[in-house]
């Protein structure tokens, strides 16, 4: 899967994507991400990609002609399952959201910029419109690496135990059980016995009933 990213802060994404599983996975060839400057499609000398607003309101707003170059130049070289606008007021991010886009072959997000975009770009242009949260963040590009991630993670292969993402917290709906190592007792402090019995069918019925318990305890609306 490749995932573009267009954004005026390349500086604010490239470590986030370049560590750990996400790293791994984009040199396994399972993910290429692309960060895209918005600079490099701005026709001004002095690679201005925003204005003030119609209208006289505070603030710069992204200029529509160099979003629309940058799309129009990737959209060129393949063709995007979606075109995501990271945006306070977008539909909240979760994970089903996040399994339907990791089955996409080729993704652009635009990053979201602090006083707007040119709402055209939203008419004509973007087919998505996510929210990471109810809480509004300086730009779109902790969002957008946040759902790169979330998506790149679920990509068979990524992570090393496939199980793994499979029984991660709200895959069913349910809250992770909680997990040990060793030691076996520390400061007095000790592993549930079931988890050292060895046997399966047992931890496999604790497991469930600690999910069960955490999410009626931490997260009801997800039982309903
Ligand atoms: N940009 C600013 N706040 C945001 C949020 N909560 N989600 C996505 N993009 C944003």
Known sequence: MRIDIITVLPEMLNSPLS????????????ADIQIHNLRDYST??????????????AGMVLQVEPVDRA??????????????YTSPDGETFNQKIANTLSLKENIIILCGHYKG???????????????????VLTGGELAAAVISDAIIRLIPGAIGDEQSALSDSF??????????????????WKVPEVLLSGHEQKINEWKHSEAVERTTRLRPDLLK
């Open 19 to 30: 560590c750990s599983i996400l790293k791994r996975a984009q040199d396994k060839g399972l």
């Open 44 to 57: 001004n000398k002095h690679r201005r990609v925003d204005d003030y607003p119609f209208g006289g309101e």
């Open 71 to 84: 799309i129009s130049t990737l959209k060129e070289q393949r063709t995007y399952d979606e075109i995501i």
């Open 117 to 135: 975009i040119d709402y055209r770009i939203r008419e004509h242009l973007i087919t998505r419109e996510i929210s990471i949260g109810d809480y």
């Open 171 to 188: 895959q069913d709906n349910l809250l992770a059980p909680p997990v040990y190592t060793r030691p076996a007792e520390y400061k007095g």
